[in-house]
């Protein structure tokens, strides 16, 4: 192989590491969202805080997630609802959701409070609720 090879190799990885500490930094994360959407067609109970989380069958993050959400869900004023991305593609579009898990964070007027992506940790969880009754 000669060096050129050698540098190019180099290139890829430095590149595809620049790329994943990207991707990972901003998993989890609470994103502002403005949405106009009827989350009540999903099963979002009007007056709740709700945490509604978009999965899809053979994820196994989106296990985590629910796992998360409905811990907190039990111990809290907060609904969780889960819908299979799949069966709702008209949900899918109209939300932007890209991948899954996708958790939107509803406020009790019925309006997203804020959007994560990945697997977020319960301090995170907890964080957005925080947010949303303040």
């Given amino acids: 192989m000669g060096l050129t090879g050698l540098f190019a190799g180099a290139a890829v990885l430095v590149a595809a590491l620049g790329f994943g500490l990207f ?65 709702h593609l008209d949900a899918v579009r109209s939300l932007n959701v890209w991948k899954t898990p996708t958790l939107f964070i509803i406020d009790a007027s019925g309006n997203v409070a804020g959007r994560i992506q990945g697997v977020p940790t319960l301090e995170q969880l907890r964080s957005a609720i925080g947010v949303v009754h303040a």
């Fill in 23 to 87: 991707h990972r930094s901003r998993a989890g994360k609470l994103v502002a969202a403005r949405v106009v959407f009827d989350f009540a067609s999903l099963g979002v109970r009007p007056g709740r805080v709700t945490l509604l989380q978009f999965s899809s069958a053979f994820c196994a993050p989106c296990r985590a997630v629910r796992v998360r959400c409905a811990s907190l869900a039990s111990s809290s004023d907060v609904d969780h609802v889960e819908v299979d991305a799949e069966s």
